[in-house]
């Protein structure tokens, strides 16, 4: 049984807050839900936030929130978290976090985390800004103490591994069943980093819309079009160089079915990140030319 329904919203600490909602607004096309004092709040679907500034001295990734089933659910999280002896806070109020009840903690791999029982609905959906968002699908994180963060977010928050690239990089999904809601990335240096966001998108016209909009404000590309291996999404990459993250967006991201998937262990190489970059076979080489020996055979009807 999953644990987690599906990845919530992402928190940012912004040093600028009108760059911050412009950033959002005129790049990653998120429509402003509400702004009030320290705090903003944008959207691309029904839900009230699927990003959360926050005006900060330090700007980047704050924490990832993820909606958990129920509040039963909840309490059960927060007797495991006491249990393993990991700290957490609660909270949950409609008027200043637009969520319900929520808890708080830190992972073994050195990110804050929320887990949430509900958030408020915009009643309709955010309007649409040029390029047709979808689903706020996943973030993905560089962490320290890589085997025991995967076996935290498996063993307690009931994620799901549907691939993995080497003994490097995990896809977990979680209830929603979207290829991945999370991946964990290990770092080099054995510290946490956020690394990048992703937006499911209509289809690849909204992808290159996306990319041509960034290209025109002359926000540079961190990746550009490609397909990746593990879910055949086809997305582009920009950077949010003021928070050094990035965002991405993307089609095709699929479902998978908890009964029938088998999680694949991919190498490490250019065509798992992207399978355009694998390698074209060498052309055939051109027949040789039998010389002709003697007289040429006559042509029926000649003269």
Known sequence: MHVVSKFGYLTLGVQDMDEGVDFYQRIARLNLTKRD???????????????????????????????????????????????????????????????????????????EIELYVSMMARGVAAPAMGVNLEKFVHGGMMVANYDETLSFYREVLGFKISDQISNMVTFLRCGDRYHHSLVLIRSPQNKPKFDHFCVEVESIDDVMRFRSNAVRNQVPLRTDLLRHAPSGSIGVYVEDQARGLAVEFCTGHPQVDDETHCARVLPMSLETVDIWQSPLPEPAPTPALVPMVGAPPAVAGAQ
């Open 37 to 111: 004092g320290s705090s903003a709040f944008l959207s691309g679907g029904e839900e009230h936030h699927w990003v959360r500034l926050e005006e900060s001295s330090q700007a980047g990734a704050i924490r990832l929130a993820y909606e958990v089933v129920d509040e039963d659910t909840l309490t059960a999280i927060a007797k495991q978290l006491a249990e393993r002896g990991m700290s957490y806070t609660e909270g949950g109020d409609y008027r200043t976090d637009a969520v319900g009840r929520w808890l708080r903690f830190v992972d073994p791999g050195g990110m």
